[in-house]
């Protein structure tokens, strides 16, 4: 079971190596953070057997946090009842309490990516893990690309654009001559058009930044179409709008 908004180096085989071998009837991954006083943390013996669950804690018990990857036996099923159910917060504890739950450390990075500018931290981080792990995935550096930048094989990037650092292009994405984009990622069928520019912005499926516009610090929904000319500046655009207006301060567009 994975939460759908983490993302890290998922070592499902180590994982799965470790369950095997303590013999217990799941494993969830830990990550190691630096201000355990934030989250719920996990304390575990030396062994990873699961001693307890602290939410927020003022004293230091663990440095450790639950990661949302979990690894279990069919045995679980029995715990569950035919009813709404919080696996962390009504089974997990039962589990632990039975001996029966261990933790793995999460080696590497890990990012919950539920925010939009936690996607782009994350999207840096994986982009970072790419460069250390599949350097040949990443586009080659030179006058046009710019640090870490992913490029579909399906996307079309046009003359003199520059892309980077921290830039990832979806599948089927047009890219047009000129444009400038650079810590952002634009979404599959999107648009950017000739000598727009994107920075620190998600750009959502199927939508179009106009020629000569300017996106910063923005959130845009599926089909969403920026005219020409247009200043969007920590922008939250809803799907299927339509902005023709500069919105050069923080807005939401419904």
């Not at 009813?83 to 504890?93: A, C, D, L, V, Y």
């Not at 710019?146 to 094989?153: A, C, E, K, R, T």
């Not at 990037?157 to 650079?182: C, F, H, Q, S």
């Not at 500069?246 to 567009?253: F, G, N, V």
């Amino acid at each position: 079971m994975l939460n759908s908004d983490v993302i890290c180096e998922f070592p499902l085989a180590e994982m799965l190596k470790f369950h095997q071998s303590h013999g217990g009837e799941g494993t969830i991954l830990v990550t190691e953070v630096k201000d355990p006083s934030k989250y719920g943390v996990v304390v575990s013996n030396a062994d990873g057997q699961i001693q307890s669950f602290v939410e927020k804690p003022q004293i230091f018990v663990s440095n450790k946090i639950n990661a949302g990857i979990y690894l279990f036996n069919v045995d679980i099923l029995s715990r569950i009842e035919l009813r709404p159910t919080s696996i962390e917060r009504e089974i997990f504890p039962k589990m632990a309490a039975d001996k029966q739950l261990y933790s793995m450390v999460l080696p590497g990075y890990w990012m919950d990516v539920g925010q939009p500018k936690d996607f782009l931290s994350g999207m840096c981080m994986h982009l970072a893990y790419l460069r250390k792990t599949k350097v040949e995935v990443l586009a080659a550096a030179g006058p046009h690309f710019i640090g870490n930048v992913l490029i579909s094989p399906e996307a079309k990037v046009g003359t003199n654009v520059v892309l980077g650092p921290d830039v990832v292009i979806g599948a089927g994405a047009v890219i047009e001559d000129g444009a400038r984009i650079k810590r952002s990622t634009v979404m599959e069928g999107s648009k950017v058009r000739a000598h727009a520019f994107v920075a620190n912005s998600i750009v959502g499926w199927q939508s179009t930044v106009g020629s000569w516009s300017r996106v910063t610090e923005s959130v845009l929904g599926e089909d969403v179409q920026i005219a020409n000319e247009i200043l969007v500046n920590e922008g939250i655009v809803c799907p299927h709008k339509e902005v023709k207006e500069d919105s050069p301060t923080a807005k939401i567009i419904l």
